[in-house]
């Protein structure tokens, strides 16, 4: 049967490092709070890189390593909550950072918040399942720092900026099986307002503030849920067991999240792939950067099973299970 097959990977981070120590300077907070409630040391904030800038280094490294030609891809899929315009796409403006604007290419942005990379690469899946392309580039970019309050402790030392980059092309073994799921939360337990209704039309409305609002404890218990919800489906889906994978790459959202899923579920916690500690949060962004790595760590080989596993605002949640 036709499947898709993770071919390449690659990531881009701002220059920047931004440390807990750099942080507790800004807001009232210290390296000790932050790293013992979320693992995280530092993060890389953009000085002047965009969200298309940091996509078109992630799918360039992508390229480069794996010697892909860009010319061969025939959909580009970008996943982010942070993009640089409503219009274009930031895929559209990635794909002429490519040089491939004259080329028959379907290009789109999705916002499924932090699981937007599995989201990305589930929908590719199906375009290449159907035969509708042949070769696409799935990215999470993001410049979360700039939707961030960065006077409110509880949510600017979590986020960071950065990007991940796949590239998948059909083949007769690779995605095993996916699984997404949505559920539409009345109380915004994380959000981003966009711009507010302003016209002669409208009602008279309250400039909402722009800045990312975050339930951490409610988010806490959703995350602790839905890892090992998508988990359990696209172990179900593949009819394979735990013992038959070699990694799990979590969105890196917080250590304490990973423990617990590792305690509840008796998986062991060098299973998964954590590099959290060095870039924070960077929603879309930190499973493709987190892929990246593993596989450049030569820890992956020909036949191993990965669980790629994601969740975020929306509420959004979903797993690949994808063998390389
Ligand atoms: N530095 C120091 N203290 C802080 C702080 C910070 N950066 N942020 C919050 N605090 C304080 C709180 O004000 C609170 O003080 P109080 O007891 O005097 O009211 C105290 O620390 C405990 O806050 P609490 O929210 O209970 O901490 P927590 O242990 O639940 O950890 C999170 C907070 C945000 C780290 C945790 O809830 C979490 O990780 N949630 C999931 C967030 C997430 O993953 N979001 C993205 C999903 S894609």
Not at 63 to 90: E, G, Q, R
Not at 98 to 111: K, P, Y
Not at 230 to 252: C, N, R, W, Y
């Amino acid at each position: 049967m036709i499947t898709s097959k993770i071919i390449a990977a690659g990531k881009a981070v701002p220059a920047k490092i931004v440390t807990n120590d750099d942080l507790s300077r800004l807001v009232d907070t210290s390296d000790e709070w932050i790293k013992s409630r979320t693992g995280i040391e530092e993060r890389r904030i953009s000085q002047n890189e965009t969200t298309t800038d940091l996509a078109y280094e992630a799918s360039k490294a992508a390229f480069d390593k794996y010697k892909i030609d860009p010319a061969t891809i025939d959909l580009i899929i970008v996943a982010t909550i942070s993009p640089d315009n409503f219009m274009p796409s930031t895929a559209s403006l990635l794909q002429e950072r490519l040089g491939l604007n004259n080329r028959h290419v379907m290009a789109f942005d999705i916002n499924a918040a932090c699981t937007g990379l599995v989201y990305g690469i589930q929908i590719a899946h199906k375009f290449i399942q159907t035969g509708s392309a042949k070769r696409a580039l799935v990215v999470g970019s993001e410049t979360l720092s700039r939707t961030l309050n960065w006077e409110d402790r509880s949510t600017c030392v979590i986020f960071g900026d950065g990007a991940g980059a796949v590239v998948l092309e059909a083949s007769d073994r690779g995605i095993i099986a996916d699984y997404t799921n949505s559920l539409g939360d009345p109380d915004l337990n994380l959000a981003i307002p966009a711009l507010p209704l302003k016209s002669p039309f409208a009602d008279e409305m309250t400039c909402s503030p722009s800045c990312m609002t975050m339930n951490g404890a409610e988010i806490f218990k959703f995350a602790s849920f839905a890892v090992k919800d998508a988990i359990v489906h696209v172990l179900e889906k593949s009819g394979l067991t735990m013992d038959d994978i070699k990694f799990i790459v979590p969105h890196q959202a917080n250590m304490r999240i990973v423990s617990k899923i590792s305690k509840v579920m008796h998986i062991p916690v060098e299973k998964f792939y954590v590099n959290i500690k060095n870039y924070g949060n960077t929603s879309s962004a930190s499973i493709g950067i987190a892929l990246d790595e593993l596989l450049d760590s030569g820890q992956v080989h020909p036949g191993d099973k990965l669980i790629l596993v994601g969740f975020g605002g929306g509420l959004t949640w979903g797993a690949i299970l994808v063998e390389f």
